[in-house]
């Protein structure tokens, strides 16, 4: 390495170069995103050779948490949705495999989508997912739901014929709720059960939250968190955070249990 390199690292221009690099991939994948319309086919992003090997490096790293650490309905999942392990896949062949399994349809989303919205869709079998990866910076865990997060945590679950079920009964759910309290409520309980959400199975601690599953560090704390056993009301009444790793997680004793509570929460949303 030549003495312009070497000082170009010591004064962080060369740190500087990749994170505009990566600003720039993600801007240009955000809009594209949102210049799609309904009935146009999906997106196909052209991702880096560093990209497929942050994928490679991140997924492997999971898959090899999930062993121990993720739900059997997940495992079960992924056993039918197969994510490829060396390369980013296109949210179109993921698509198609969901469809296939559980009648859901991948569509490209920008960033963060309107809670009504993003809800909403699940009614109609419909998930927005983002097509940007993390920053290289911080692969183990990402507060913004890249597409990782997206296809890692949410698309395996939704292979899932109980889950995509609960993801259709949260969809009916906000499209009915008519006051920002009643949203909010529905948004707190999906929070604490599909995106952070762990129950117990034989005496264990499993995850079955995308937020969880998509995240190392995660993964290898949320048995070390403050644990609460899963009560509706007491998750109405709870704030969180979504950009660091959860202090706090509710457990259900059971996918049953689970999905009785919080379908009988949601059927009672006006």
């Given at each position: 390495?030549n003495s312009e390199a070497l000082s170009a690292i010591a004064t962080g221009v060369e ?140 698309a395996v679950m939704l292979a899932d014929p109980v889950f995509a079920d609960l993801y ?103």
């Open positions: 390495m740190s500087t170069s990749a994170d505009d690099d990566y600003e720039a991939r993600t801007a240009l994948r955000k809009r594209i995103a949102a210049e799609w319309q309904k009935g146009d086919p999906l997106p196909r992003i052209s991702y880096t050779p560093d990209e497929h090997a942050l994928w490679e490096t991140v997924t492997s790293k999971l898959s090899a948490l999930h062993r121990d650490l993720a739900c059997s309905n997940y495992l079960r999942a992924a056993a039918r949705i197969v994510l490829p392990t060396d390369r980013v896949p296109q949210l179109d062949e993921v698509s198609e495999v969901l469809t296939e399994t559980c009648g859901f349809r991948l569509y490209p989303a920008e960033g963060v989508v309107a809670a009504r919205k993003f809800y909403g869709e699940f009614e109609d079998n419909g998930f927005f997912a983002t097509q940007y990866l993390r920053s290289p910076r911080a692969p183990f865990h990402s507060p913004e739901p890249d597409v990782i997060h997206e296809l890692v945590g949410h259709r009964a949260f969809g009916r759910a906000a499209r009915r709720a008519r006051t920002k309290e009643a949203l909010d409520a529905v948004c707190r309980v999906f929070w604490f059960t599909i995106e952070t959400g762990v129950i117990r199975e034989q005496g264990e601690l499993r995850a079955y939250g995308a937020a969880i599953l998509s995240s190392v560090a995660e993964l290898e704390s949320f048995r070390h968190v403050e644990l609460r056993d899963f009560d509706v009301a007491d998750v109405i009444r709870q704030d969180y955070s979504d950009k660091e790793c959860q202090p706090l997680l509710f457990v259900a004793d059971s996918v049953t249990r689970l999905s009785n509570d919080v379908r009988q929460f949601l059927d009672n949303v006006k």
